[in-house]
C-alpha cells in the first residue's frame, strides 16, 4: 500500500478551513452518501471542525428510492459512532410510500413543483419508468430534494465529496462554486485526491467504509443500477487503467454534464 500524497490531503485540510471561515455552522451542509469519498470529507471536516471548537454542520442524505440497503446501514452507523447531525431529503411526492424501480409514474399525478423541474430538464411525456439513475427518475429523486432542502433550511453552502479523476464533468469544477438555483455555494475539498489516495488514507487510517467495497464494487449508485466492477476488493483493483464508475448505470453518466447544470452533485 501506497503513503498517501500529504499534498492533496492537505490541500482538502485548507479547502475546509477556508469553508469554516467563510460560513457559520449552522449556513454549512455536508453531503452523505455512504461512498468512501463522503465518508473521507465527514473524516477529514470532522477532525478540523474539533481542532476549531467548532461544531459538525448538518448531514445530509438524500433518500433516492433504490438505495442498496448496505448504503442504508452503513451511513446510519456512522451517524451513531460518529455522532452525526443527520438529516434525509426526500421527494415524498415522487416516491410515495414506496416506488418500484420500473414502475410507471404519470406526470399528471405529480404536483406542481415536481412538473415544473421536468419541465426544466425539457420533458414533456405524459409519464416516465421510474429509475433514479435516469434524468427524470435522478432529477426528481436527487437534485430537487436536495435544492429544496438547500433553500427551506437556508444553506449558504453544501460540501460534497465529488474528485476530479471520478468523472469527466468535474475535470473543470472548482473548490467553491457558485450555484444559482437556489443561490448557494458548492464546497469541493476533495477535487485533487485522486481515488488510490482515498484508499490509501481510508485504510491506513482505520477509517470505516461501507462493505459493498470489500465485495467489489468501487463506485456506489443504485441498487438496481450497479453492479461489481471485478471479484476484488476495490482497492486491490486496477485502479490506475480501469474506469472507477464502469459499473455505475451508463444512461445517468451520458447525462451527468447536464445533470450537474442542475445541481446535482
Known sequence: MDTP????????RQTIAQA??????DALAIAATGGKDSTLLLHLWRESAAAA????PTVLFLEEGDAFPEIVEFVQRLRRDWDLPLVTARNHDLLGDGLAVGQWVETARLGEDN??????????????AFDPETLPGSHLAKTAPLNRFLEAHGK????T????????????????????TPPHVRIHPLLPVREREVWDYTLSRGLPFCDLYRAGYRSL???SGTVK??????????????PERAGRHQGKESAMAQLRALGYM
Do not use: K, V, Y
Open 5 to 12: 500524497r500529504i499534498d492533496s490531503i492537505q490541500a482538502a
Open 156 to 159: 449558504a453552502a453544501l460540501a
Open 53 to 56: 471548537g467548532r461544531r459538525l
Open 229 to 242: 466492477n471485478a471479484d476484488l476488493p476495490a482497492w486491490e483493483q486496477d485502479l490506475e487503467n480501469t
Open 221 to 223: 449508485g443504485t441498487r
Open 115 to 128: 412538473r415544473r423541474e421536468l419541465a426544466r430538464i425539457g420533458f414533456s411525456g405524459t409519464g416516465f
Open 161 to 180: 465529496g465529488i474528485r476530479r479523476d471520478e468523472h469527466p464533468s468535474r475535470q473543470a469544477e472548482e473548490a467553491f462554486s457558485p450555484r444559482s
Open 20 to 25: 469554516m471561515d467563510r460560513f457559520p455552522d
